[in-house]
């Protein structure tokens, strides 16, 4: 197929890696990143074939897409370029192997110079070249590396630039090895005479900052400084971003045409030494996260809100941030959600998202949140509010602030209600059927689909192809199943926000009484766990039927590091046991059956308003559930994702420190002994971070509250968050994780930070909960409404405030903790 002979750089994506090269898939992703790379195309290798007598040749029907491109491009001048498979990997670069043509112009030249940056592959200084460097990659594997097998020949066609001024960046020092050091070569025109070897540069050694500069050396011939400090303070901020971007340390080819920088090439830096461990800050770990906190922090003053996000997500690791954070931005999946049911997220939080890590922890930053909803509207989530009543950072509700407004929001006035009363419009026409697409469709296709990818033979797999099959596991998963998932839940939260609205306006009585009613389907899929555990207790269930079932789900599951259950079967074994030596959920007597609990509802709601709760409470009723079955089927992908990793990580030597790693450094794994000590030092910044106590809400003019010890409860009485009626008293049990209670007697009130299916059994022996995190429609609460015990969220800190062995009442429908 033609289309399949050239791709423009804003079109390639991780699955064309091998196929576009290594010169032009970096500036691709820099380029559809917003970096400035000049545009261009990339010819891949099934443009060409070779002839009969065994040398490389166009294929005729590639000649036409190629011209194409060139026009698409439109520019007097090209740049041709090599940009083989092999080329620019961190082991060696291949640098001056291949050819490369300047100042092409005209379709017969073009052509010309494509075949020839092709054929240089096979050249015999090349061949030589590569294999020193099959040998090499060699030494870093257990499986031989054929030199061929390195190679896959595509060409690199870019708009040609003038530069008044060009040369190369190295983000760390390439002899040294010094990762606080930059070096900038520059000359004057183009680069190709510094690359070349032609002249001999200006040459700068900079601190990390970019303003000290450690050494100069003039260029050849030349009585004038050709990069004044501001400019090469402005390279230097270009080459973090790109290094942001890349994950590596690099070597960036780089020119200032019109007064503009440009990326012409970006790589990692070849065979450059690993990094020591670097000195500790004197200030300490905490210290330096207040720092860096300051430079985040709004003008007007940021909240940053952990609610909920404890519970799901408490504490990345760095491959799992890496991959989630994406995701959870304006321009990942979590924005396409949001885009889908009618709202405009600005580009702040396309750029950012919405999320920090705090000491190692992700919380919603309150300051771009509001920016998730429609672009330059003066919404806020006011400091001065939250800083009242710090417990409303757990649902906040942004407000209009006419005073953030710009000159031009009157003008455009007209435009927000417009799109505002569309997004209603579309919330409303997406509640009306969505759950049906998701639960008959989406989910089953998924679902089937991840099954089958589970048993895929990876030894078939060539490097190449098992990061190709992690990328595609990623992008299937959390931009396409991840946006459904995520409205699903938008949806939900929307239905439960209209009723309880409805309650909160016309029946308060009946609003107390929501909690108690929001118990899913008989078939939820916490319930299904405990029951089918309590089965493989008895004896009635095989374990492999249960681990068919939910062998892909497990505690702090969110986490790519966290083994799943089908890698723990004896674990999983023992909460078979403990579930079956309880199988009566929860205490007798405290909840009525659900018929009553309805009754007992719609009894309070005035006869005028029964229609339309009754309306709204069915949403509610069909939306819950894809909180637990959309979650299910991210997991299903989640453990494929893991896999992906674990074998990655066995092929390179790495083991379980790719965990420690981020995705972009999954490109190249060659140089095992600094990606080792990198993983040793995030875990270690990890650790430390861990080690520090920080509270749930954080406000950025108390900063210092960081590692600020807790203070102990100032009576015996504490206020949380009903989420499941009813009343129990108990002895604490106190747990951090579910292992630590699990040889506890029942008839234990539940003390955690939050809880996910792994604690799914222990709700079947505790009279309450109580719980640091969550809200109404966390798991926590919804698995306790399911067990019938009395539960209370949102009581920060109680791990610590709450000892273990003390007599507690917990009150399910007030959100009453009392210490006897």
């Known amino acids: 197929m033609p289309q399949s002979f050239t791709l423009h750089l804003r079109d390639v994506r991780e699955a064309d890696r091998d196929r576009v090269g290594g010169k032009a898939y970096p500036l691709a992703r820099l380029l559809q990143a917003g970096l400035p790379v000049p545009e261009g195309f990339c010819i891949t290798a099934q443009a060409f074939e070779h002839s009969p007598e065994g040398s490389l040749t166009l294929r005729p029907d590639a000649r036409q897409p190629i011209l194409h491109g060139m026009a698409r491009l439109d520019s007097p001048a090209l740049a041709v370029r090599s940009s083989a498979s092999a080329e620019d990997l961190a082991e060696t670069s291949f640098a001056g192997q291949y050819r490369t043509f300047l100042n092409v112009r005209g379709e017969a030249d073009l052509l010309e110079a494509v075949l020839q940056c092709a054929r240089s592959i096979s050249s015999a200084s090349t061949s030589a070249y590569r294999a020193r460097a099959a040998k090499s990659a060699s030494a870093l594997r257990s499986d031989p590396v054929p030199p061929e097998t390195l190679l896959l020949a595509a060409v690199l066609v870019q708009s040609m630039l003038e530069p008044e001024v060009a040369g190369v960046l190295f983000t760390a020092n390439p002899v040294t090895g010094d990762r606080g050091e930059r070096v900038i070569e520059a000359v004057q025109g183009l680069g190709d005479q510094l690359v070349g070897g032609k002249t001999t540069p200006e040459r700068l050694v900079l601190g990390r900052d970019g303003l000290t500069v450690l050494c100069h050396s003039p260029g050849e011939g030349s009585s004038t400084t050709i990069l004044q400090p501001a400019e090469a303070l402005e390279l230097c901020r270009l080459a973090e971003r790109v290094e942001s971007l890349l994950g590596r340390p690099l070597d960036m080819e780089w020119a200032r045409a019109g007064g503009r920088w440009f990326v012409l090439q970006a790589r990692p830096i070849t065979a450059l030494s690993p990094p020591s461990d670097p000195p500790r800050s004197r200030a300490g770990p905490r210290e330096a996260e207040i720092h860096r906190l300051q430079q985040l922090a709004d003008p007007r003053g940021t909240v940053w809100s952990s609610y909920n996000l404890s519970e799901t997500l408490p504490a990345p690791t760095p491959m799992t941030w890496s991959i989630l954070r994406p995701f959870l931005s304006g321009g990942g999946g979590l924005g396409r959600a949001y885009r889908r049911l009618g709202f405009r997220p600005g580009p702040r939080v396309d750029r950012e998202g919405i999320l920090d890590l705090v000491c190692g922890r992700p919380y919603y930053n309150l300051s771009r949140e509001p920016q998730m909803y429609f672009s330059g509207f003066p919404l806020e989530h006011s400091f001065e509010a939250l800083k009242a009543r710090p417990e409303r950072a757990a649902y906040p509700e942004p407000k209009i602030n006419l005073s953030r407004a710009d000159a031009f929001f009157f003008i455009r006035f007209p435009y927000y209600v417009w799109v505002m009363t569309a997004a209603e419009l579309r919330l409303r026409f997406a509640l009306a059927s969505f759950d049906q697409g998701l639960r008959q469709e989406v989910l089953p296709r998924f679902e089937a689909w991840a099954r089958g990818e589970r048993q895929a033979d990876l030894d078939r797999l060539s490097d190449a192809e098992l990061r190709a099959r992690l990328h595609r596991h990623i992008e299937k998963t959390l931009p396409d199943l991840g946006c459904e998932v995520i409205q699903g839940s938008l949806l939900a939260g929307k239905a439960v926000a209209s009723l309880q609205e409805t309650l909160r306006a016309r029946c308060g009585n009946a609003l107390a009484l929501l909690p108690g009613l929001l118990r899913?389907?008989?078939?939820?899929?916490?319930?299904?766990?405990?029951?089918?555990?309590?089965?493989?207790?008895?004896?009635?269930?095989?374990?492999?039927?249960?681990?068919?079932?939910?062998?892909?789900?497990?505690?702090?599951?969110?986490?790519?590091?966290?083994?799943?259950?089908?890698?723990?079967?004896?674990?999983?074994?023992?909460?078979?046991?403990?579930?079956?030596?309880?199988?009566?959920?929860?205490?007798?007597?405290?909840?009525?059956?659900?018929?009553?609990?309805?009754?007992?509802?719609?009894?309070?709601?005035?006869?005028?308003?029964?229609?339309?709760?009754a309306r709204q409470f069915d949403l509610v009723q069909r939306y819950l559930p894809f909180r637990e079955s959309g979650k299910s089927a991210l997991m299903l992908a989640f453990e494929l994702i893991r896999i992906d990793l674990l074998e990655i990580g066995r092929r390179s030597g790495l083991g379980p420190d790719v965990f420690f790693l981020e995705l972009s450094e999954m490109d190249d794994l060659s140089d095992r002994r600094a990606l080792q000590a990198s993983a040793r030092r995030r875990r270690e910044e990890r650790d430390a971070f861990l080690e520090i106590e920080v509270p749930p809400v954080l406000f950025s003019d108390d900063l210092e509250a960081i590692g600020r010890p807790t203070q102990a409860a100032p009576s015996h009485a504490l206020q949380g968050v009903g989420v499941s009626p009813g009343v129990a008293m108990g002895p604490a049990l106190v747990a951090i994780r579910p292992d630590e209670a699990a040889s506890a007697l029942p008839g234990f009130i539940l003390v955690c930070v939050s809880a996910d299916p792994g604690w799914t059994p222990l709700f079947a022996r505790a009279r309450g909960l109580v719980a640091e995190r969550g809200g109404l429609l966390s798991h926590s609460a919804i698995v306790a409404r399911e067990f019938g015990i009395p539960a209370v969220v949102n009581l920060p800190a109680a791990t610590r405030l709450i000892p273990t062995g003390r007599i507690v009442r917990v009150d399910g429908r007030a959100g009453n903790v009392t210490l006897q």
């Open 520 to 613: 899913s389907a008989e078939d939820d899929l916490s319930l299904r766990i405990q029951r089918e555990l309590r089965e493989v207790g008895a004896g009635s269930l095989a374990l492999e039927t249960f681990l068919e079932h939910f062998g892909h789900r497990a505690p702090g599951e969110l986490d790519f590091a966290q083994p799943r259950w089908r890698e723990t079967p004896a674990e999983v074994l023992r909460l078979a046991r403990l579930a079956h030596e309880c199988p009566t959920p929860g205490p007798a007597g405290v909840q009525a059956g659900p018929e009553a609990c309805r009754c007992q509802f719609f009894d309070a709601v005035p006869s005028k308003y029964r229609r339309k709760v």
